[in-house]
């Protein structure tokens, strides 16, 4: 069964840091395009950064600069390293597979992230 | 960026209806459109891709269709379980977006 499970959601202060894992199973991270898409509280859905296969990686413009993806092969994981948040970075943060010239899928559960002094 | 607007916003309709949401993009997409149906406080499944691909898993009353800019999922007959949100999505070119949301309800 294919399973993604993301963790590192936390309320977190404007300006600071975090890092959200995606731990892969039954899916390889590494020969595989993911991706990260948040979801505004109320809101709709927005792509955030997609690592291919290769290593290439995108992001939207509003985090570029800010935010890193990356993934472990070893550990069959996904990250996205969060820097100089801000409020509107406040969302439901999934990760999916896809998004490199196709559809997202499959999804995690989701992990919130919270920007608030 | 390729903007995606879906009507209508939200849509209310009895069980057997058929429903049918309409997604238009900005520019031509080709066929790259997939549809997402997504239930409170769940993530997101793909339905449909490359504009009329049904996901597997998915039931048969759900369908797309179009070209280009304009787009249409079609549910054939509208079962209690389809009570969700349904968003659009080209995968054209970066960045990849969605359309603002379907909000589907039963009488």
């Known amino acids: 069964e294919v399973q993604l499970v993301e963790t590192g959601g936390n309320l977190i202060q404007p300006g600071g840091s975090l890092r959200l894992s995606c731990a892969a199973s039954g899916f390889t991270v590494s020969t595989s395009y993911m991706s990260w898409v948040r979801q505004a509280p109320g809101k709709g859905l927005e792509w955030v950064s997609a690592i291919y296969s290769g290593g290439s990686t995108y992001y939207t413009d509003s985090v570029k600069g800010r935010f890193t993806i990356s993934r472990d092969n070893s550990k069959n994981t996904l990250y996205l390293q969060m820097n100089s948040l801000r409020a509107d970075d406040t969302a439901v943060y999934y990760c999916?597979?896809?998004?490199?010239?196709?559809?997202?899928?499959?999804w995690g559960q989701g992990t919130l992230v919270t920007v608030s002094s | 960026d390729i903007q995606m607007t879906q009507s209508p916003s939200t849509l209310s309709a009895s069980v057997g209806d058929r429903v049918t949401i309409t997604c238009r993009a900005s520019?031509?997409?080709?066929?790259?459109l997939a549809w997402y149906q997504q239930k409170p406080g769940k993530a997101p499944k793909l339905l449909i891709h490359k504009t009329s691909s049904l996901q597997s898993g998915v039931p048969s009353r759900f369908s797309g269709s179009g070209s280009g800019t304009e787009f249409t999922l079609t549910i054939s007959s509208l079962q209690p379980d389809d009570s969700a949100a349904y968003y659009c999505?080209?995968?054209?070119?970066?960045?990849?977006?969605f359309g603002q949301g379907t909000k589907l309800e039963i009488k």
């Open positions: 999505q080209h995968y054209d070119s970066y960045p990849y977006t």
């Open positions: 999916t597979g896809g998004g490199g010239l196709g559809p997202f899928d499959p």
């Open positions: 520019q031509s997409i080709t066929r790259w």
